[in-house]
C-alpha cells in the first residue's frame, strides 16, 4: 500500500472506531492468537490461509485487510473500548517502532499452541513463533522507551487466546497424528502443559496482566455443523465436549499461574458460556440466524470457505452469527468485546478488562 493511501485509510479507521474512545487505560495491548483475531500477518506468508481478498472486509473501513471477518475482531472493538488505537499485526514492514507505542498484534491464522498445528496450510507463526517476535519487539520498543520498558510492559494488556486449531486443524482432521497417539483427555493436558511454559515465558518478558480467552463452542460453528453426518443442523455435540476438556484444564491452569507468578494477573474469559448463551437465545441478542454462516456455501454454508466467487446472499451480516465457516461476524465480535471490557468474568475483583487495566 503506498503510504499516502496508508495514511487515507488510518484515517478513515480512526474516524470510525474512535466515536467513544478517551484516554488510553493502558499503555499498550499485545496480541496472541489464531485467525479470530489475526489482523492480516499471514498476508505476505506462503500459506492458504489468508483472508486479504473480498468479501473480508466488507464493513471494515479499511477493507479486506486480512481479518477473517465483515468487519473489526474481537480485539478491534476491545482495543477501542480501552482508549487505543487499532492494534497495528506484526508483520507489516510498513509499521515502525512508533506505529507500536499502543502495541503489536502477533495473532496468525492457522496456528496453534503446538508448532505443528494448521501445517497443511502453510506458513503460520505458531504460539512460540509469536512469543519470539514479541521479543524482537520488545528490543525495539526498549529503544524508544528505554528505562521505562518494565513499567510499560508491566502496565500493558497482554490479551491470548489459543487452542481451537489445536483441535480444527490438528486433532480433528481426518487423518490425524494427534488423535492416534492422545486420548482427549491427555491431549488436552498436553496442550495445557504447553500453554502453560508459553504464558510463563511471557510473563518472563514482562507480561503481568494477562487476560486470557478459552476456546468457543467449536461444535456450532458452521463448518462443524455442516460436515458433521447428523442431518440435523445442531451443534456437534463430541466436538464442544473437547474444548469444554480443555477450558476446564486451562481455568485450573491459570489460577495456578496466578498464584506462583509474582505480581501477575491471570483473567480467564469463558468465551464458550458466553458464545453458548448467544448462540442459544440468539433472538434476545437481535440475531435471526444462529448456526448458518453469512460468505459460505454448502450446508449451513459451512462446507466451503468465504471465496470472492461465491454469491453474497446476506445483506444484512447483523443478522448472522457467523460470518464464515470459522469466524463470527462483526456484530458478535463487538457484543464479546463489551462482554471482556466490562462483563463480569470472574466472581471477584478484578472482574474484566477495564479492572485488570487499572491495576
Ligand atoms: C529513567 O532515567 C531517568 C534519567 O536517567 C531518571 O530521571 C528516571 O528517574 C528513570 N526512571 C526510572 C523509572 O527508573
Ligand atoms: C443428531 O441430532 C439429533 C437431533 O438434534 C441429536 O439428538 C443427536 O444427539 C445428534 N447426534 C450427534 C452424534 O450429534
Ligand atoms: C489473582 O491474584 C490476585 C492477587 O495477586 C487476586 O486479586 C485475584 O483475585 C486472583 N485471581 C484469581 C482468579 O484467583
Ligand atoms: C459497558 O460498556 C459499554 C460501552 O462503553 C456501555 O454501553 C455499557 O453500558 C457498559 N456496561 C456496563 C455494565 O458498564
Redesign the pocket.
Known amino acids: 500500500m503506498a503510504p499516502s493511501l496508508f495514511i487515507l485509510t488510518t484515517l478513515i479507521s480512526f474516524a470510525l472506531f474512535a466515536t467513544f474512545a478517551e484516554e488510553a487505560q493502558v499503555p499498550a495491548m499485545f496480541v496472541f492468537g489464531d485467525s479470530l483475531f489475526d489482523p492480516g500477518n499471514n498476508n505476505n506468508l506462503a500459506t492458504l490461509a489468508k483472508a486479504n481478498y473480498f468479501p473480508n472486509g466488507i464493513d471494515f473501513p479499511e477493507g479486506a485487510t486480512g481479518r477473517y471477518c465483515n468487519g473489526g475482531t474481537v480485539v478491534d472493538y476491545l482495543s477501542n473500548l480501552l482508549g487505543l488505537q487499532i492494534i497495528p499485526p506484526y508483520n507489516n514492514p510498513e509499521i515502525k517502532a512508533h506505529d507500536m507505542l499502543q502495541g503489536v498484534n502477533f495473532a496468525s491464522a492457522a496456528s496453534g499452541i503446538l508448532d505443528d498445528t494448521g501445517r497443511f496450510y502453510g506458513e503460520r507463526f505458531s504460539m512460540d513463533s509469536q512469543i519470539q517476535n514479541f521479543g524482537r519487539i520488545l528490543e525495539e520498543l526498549s529503544s524508544v522507551l528505554?528505562?521505562?520498558t518494565e513499567?510499560y510492559i508491566g502496565r500493558s494488556l497482554f490479551f491470548v487466546s489459543m487452542g481451537s486449531n489445536d483441535y480444527i486443524n490438528n486433532f480433528l482432521l481426518p487423518i490425524s497424528k494427534t488423535a492416534r497417539l492422545y486420548a482427549p483427555e491427555s491431549y488436552a493436558e498436553l496442550l495445557i502443559h504447553e500453554y502453560r511454559r508459553q504464558l510463563k515465558e511471557l510473563y518472563d518478558l514482562g507480561g503481568r496482566k494477562f487476560l486470557i480467552g478459552g476456546v468457543g463452542p467449536l461444535g456450532c460453528i458452521p463448518n462443524q455443523i455442516g460436515n458433521s453426518p447428523n442431518a440435523s443442523d445442531t451443534c456437534v455435540e463430541s466436538t464442544n465436549i473437547l474444548v469444554l476438556q480443555f477450558n476446564t484444564n486451562l481455568k485450573v491452569m491459570l489460577d495456578d499461574l496466578n498464584r506462583s507468578l509474582r505480581g501477575s494477573y491471570f483473567l480467564f474469559w469463558d468465551v464458550y458460556s458466553k458464545s453458548m448463551e448467544i448462540i442459544t437465545d440468539y433472538l434476545r441478542y437481535g440475531f435471526k440466524y444462529p448456526l448458518t454462516a453469512c460468505c459460505g456455501a454448502g450446508r449451513s454454508k459451512g462446507q466451503i470457505i468465504c471465496l470472492p466467487v461465491l454469491p453474497l446472499e446476506c445483506q444484512n451480516r447483523d443478522d448472522y452469527i457467523f460470518w464464515d465457516p470459522y469466524h463470527p461476524t462483526a456484530r458478535f465480535n463487538s457484543i464479546a468485546a463489551e462482554v471482556a471490557y466490562n462483563g463480569t468474568l470472574q466472581p471477584s475483583f478484578p472482574r474484566n478488562a477495564m479492572q485488570l487495566a487499572l491495576l
Open positions: 528505554e528505562n521505562r513499567d
